[in-house]
């Protein structure tokens, strides 16, 4: 089955949120393998449902209680399956690092907490024609430092910089190209067989398209599923492609 993993960042209050968990309830979801992210504060709504909870970003803290920190044991304690690491927003706004990002997966993979871990290049690197080089170094400061069970509970998530948050028109062919580069460097250099989504504004106008690549596993939205009416249509499109 496909994912659809549903990144809502930071929109929605909480009334709002209650109106979206109950638009969730309404919809199937078995055909899919469907995972939400929503704001922190959010994720005990969904604690006794049977959705797949992922959390958008976690503390390095271990052992310090340290004011605004969510540690692991508290996400541990919601049923969170998933943990999004490495989003080129954290590594843009943030200034998040590779070394942090290497911690971080280390600290959920450690805790029975499974990662999507984001990679992608800039427009600047594929113009320069060096956004192979990009995600072979994105996926192995990571994955050169993980053993063979770590890496099999990874999801990667190809979000091309400039996609996300734009309108940008998309190169099918280069799409295909970069995931399938993906793929095969996981399982030419690990021995895994990766799965990889696709991310970058993708919605109801576009998925259609998209679809037609039988490399992409799922497809990792934001705009597209704040609306959850939109929801149900987009795995409608996922499922009969």
């Given at each position: 089955m496909k994912y659809l993993i549903c990144n809502?960042?930071?929109?929605?209050?909480?009334?709002?949120?209650?109106?979206?968990?109950k638009s969730l309830a309404q919809i199937n979801?078995?055909?899919?393998?469907?995972?939400?992210?929503?704001?922190?504060?959010?994720?005990?709504?969904?604690?006794?449902?049977?959705?797949?909870?992922?959390?958008?970003?976690?503390?390095?803290?271990?052992?310090?209680?340290?004011?605004?920190?969510?540690?692991?044991?508290?996400?541990?304690?919601?049923?969170?399956?998933?943990a999004l690491i490495g989003h080129y927003e954290r590594k843009y706004y943030y200034k998040e690092s590779e070394i942090e990002i290497l911690k971080k997966i280390k600290l959920c993979l450690s805790n029975d907490i499974k990662v999507i871990y984001c990679?992608?290049?800039?427009?600047?690197?594929?113009?320069?024609?060096?956004?192979?080089?990009?995600?072979?170094?994105q996926i192995a400061k990571i994955f050169n430092k993980l053993d063979n069970k770590e890496l099999k509970k990874i999801i990667i998530a190809y979000e091309p910089?400039?996609?996300?948050?734009?309108?940008?028109?998309y190169d099918i062919l280069k799409i295909r190209s970069m995931i399938s580069f993906i793929k095969k460097l996981v399982k030419d250099y690990y021995g895994i067989d990766i799965i990889v989504v696709f991310g970058g504004n993708v919605n109801l106008a576009n998925i259609q398209s998209l679809t037609a690549l039988r490399e992409i596993d799922g497809y990792i939205i934001c705009s597209s599923i704040l609306n959850p009416e939109?929801?149900?249509?987009?795995?409608?499109k996922m499922t009969n492609s």
């Open positions: 809502l960042k930071a929109y929605k209050t909480y009334e709002e949120m209650i109106i979206y968990q979801l078995k055909n899919i393998n469907f995972i939400l992210a929503p704001t922190s504060i959010y994720l005990p709504l969904f604690k006794n449902s049977n959705i797949t909870l992922c959390i958008q970003d976690i503390s390095l803290n271990e052992n310090k209680s340290l004011t605004g920190d969510i540690l692991i044991s508290q996400i541990k304690s919601l049923d969170v399956s998933y990679i992608g290049e800039s427009k600047e690197e594929r113009n320069r024609r060096v956004e192979y080089q990009v995600l072979e170094r910089a400039d996609l996300i948050g734009t309108d940008t028109i939109n929801i149900p249509k987009i795995i409608t």
